[in-house]
Nanobody, 126 residues
Framework: VQLQAFGGGLVQAGGYLRLSCAAS????????MAWFRQAPGKEREFVTA????????YYSDSVKGRFTISRDNARNTGYLQMNSLKPEDTAVYYC????????????????????WGQGTQVTVSS
C-alpha cells in the first residue's frame, strides 16, 4: 500500500484542520489505519487508529474528544479531523496502514504498521 498524507498547515490555537491519507496499491479496505505524530526533538507517538471496516476506533488520551479518525473505503482514503487544536499538537503527522485480517481489530503500536505516508506538518500557533 502506498500512502500519501496531506492537509497540514498553520492554524491558530483553538482552530481546526482535516488531514487526509490517500491509499493506493492494495485493497485499502483490508488494512487497519492509524495516525502517528512526531514533534521536534521527540519520538514519534501514537495518535489514533481505526479498524479496516471503520467500526472500531481508539484514541490517545491527549487527543480524545478533540480528534476524530474516519475512513472511506470506497475512496481509499482515511481522515483525521482535528478540532480545538493546541500548540502542543504541533508535529509532523504520519498516516500508516497494516494488513488486518480481522475487520474490527485495532493496532496501536508503531511496529504493527508496515506502510507509512510521507508526513504532513501541522503547526499550531498560540
Amino acid at each position: 500500500v502506498q500512502l500519501q498524507a496531506f492537509g497540514g498547515g498553520l492554524v491558530q490555537a483553538g482552530g481546526y484542520l482535516r488531514l487526509s491519507c490517500a491509499a493506493s496499491g492494495r485493497p485499502f479496505s483490508r488494512h487497519g489505519m492509524a495516525w502517528f505524530r512526531q514533534a521536534p526533538g521527540k519520538e514519534r507517538e501514537f495518535v489514533t487508529a481505526i479498524s479496516s471496516s471503520g467500526s472500531s476506533t481508539y484514541y490517545s488520551d491527549s487527543v480524545k474528544g478533540r480528534f476524530t479518525i474516519s475512513r472511506d473505503n470506497a475512496r481509499n482514503t482515511g481522515y483525521l479531523q482535528m478540532n480545538s487544536l493546541k500548540p502542543e499538537d504541533t508535529a509532523v503527522y504520519y498516516c500508516a496502514a497494516t494488513y488486518a485480517p480481522t475487520s474490527t481489530y485495532i493496532y496501536t503500536r508503531e511496529r504493527d504498521y508496515d506502510y507509512w505516508g510521507q508526513g504532513t506538518q501541522v503547526t499550531v500557533s498560540s
